[in-house]
């Protein structure tokens, strides 16, 4: 398998000699400032490769040599933290001074402290409860923000011909505003029930 290391920043040379001895591979290619490729890697390497380049922000993949990227028919991506930068529902009950609480459970479920998904979502909407509507496109227009390199990627899928999906266990309000924004095939996610109340 090849491995392809890739950083939104240059590469450093010092990570070359490391990288090519965790994955005994058996050459090292410089593709960019920001790519490598590195031949005949071994996959069961991976835990020590995913060490280093945790602790480096670094990205990693193994892909089969001589694999394009036209020979996929879809690239299906998470929303929260991945597309985007922010976790929404943390940003939505900021709006409710709730973040740290949200946040914890947020976090507590990434950990798989909490196994049940639809517990956790639970969890942090109820402590959202009576939170106005507009708090939503709020956190739309003033906190959401696309991870760096999200247009280029989604452009190059595109250019390939692929498919492009959007999920995630936050919301349509917010996934359906981003499938129209950049042009996504489709989306799926969960509908967030919005009940007006008398003044």
Known sequence: MNLVIQSLTPISDSHLRPLATLARSSATERVDDTLLRLADADP????DVNAY???????????????????????AMDMD????????????ADF?????????????????EIKDFAESLTRRMALLKGLDASALERVYEKQLRLSPGAEKMLAGARAAGLKTLLVSGGFTFLTERLKACLGLDCTNANTLEIVETAD
């Not at 069961?44 to 835990?47: A, E, G, I, K, T």
């Not at 602790?55 to 996929?72: K, M, Q, V």
């Not at 933290?81 to 939505?92: A, F, G």
């Open 44 to 47: 069961l390497q991976r835990p």
């Open 53 to 75: 380049c945790g602790a480096r922000a670094l990205d990693y993949a193994y892909i089969a040599p001589g694999a394009a990227l036209t020979d996929f028919g879809l690239v």
């Open 81 to 92: 933290s991945t597309l985007i930068t922010i976790e929404c529902i943390d940003e939505i």
């Open 96 to 112: 409710c001074g709730l973040k740290a609480e949200v946040a914890a459970i947020t976090e507590a479920s990434m950990r798989g």
